[in-house]
């Protein structure tokens, strides 16, 4: 359950990052990022295959670049 709603707090960080109109265009680039970010092939970096301790370091890695992006 837990696991569940990080997932969900994840993707709606990763949403706001993309920009709502983007999101589906700019997802896959996104998803480079964030790959890149967290040292993970892209084919493991998706949110509905992270544990807990991945998805908050996720939604840490997301939530700084909308800082650095809307800052």
Same mark, same amino acid.
């Given at each position: 359950?837990? *696991? /569940? #709603?990080?997932?969900?707090? !994840? +993707?709606?960080? =990763?949403?706001? !990052? @993309?920009? $709502?109109?983007? %999101? =589906?265009? %700019? /997802?896959?680039?996104? !998803?480079?990022?964030? %790959?890149?970010?967290?040292? !993970?092939? $892209?084919?493991?970096? +998706?949110? &509905?295959? =992270?544990?807990?301790?991945? @998805?908050?370091?996720?939604?840490?890695? #997301?939530?700084?670049? &909308? %800082?650095?992006? *809307? &800052?």
């Amino acid at each position: 359950m837990q *696991n /569940s #709603v990080i997932g969900k707090r !994840l +993707h709606t960080q =990763f949403l706001i !990052l @993309c920009g $709502v109109r983007d %999101a =589906f265009v %700019a /997802s896959g680039r996104r !998803l480079e990022w964030l %790959a890149e970010q967290m040292e !993970l092939p $892209v084919e493991q970096t +998706h949110i &509905g295959m =992270f544990d807990i301790a991945q @998805c908050k370091r996720a939604i840490k890695i #997301v939530q700084e670049k &909308g %800082a650095l992006k *809307n &800052g």
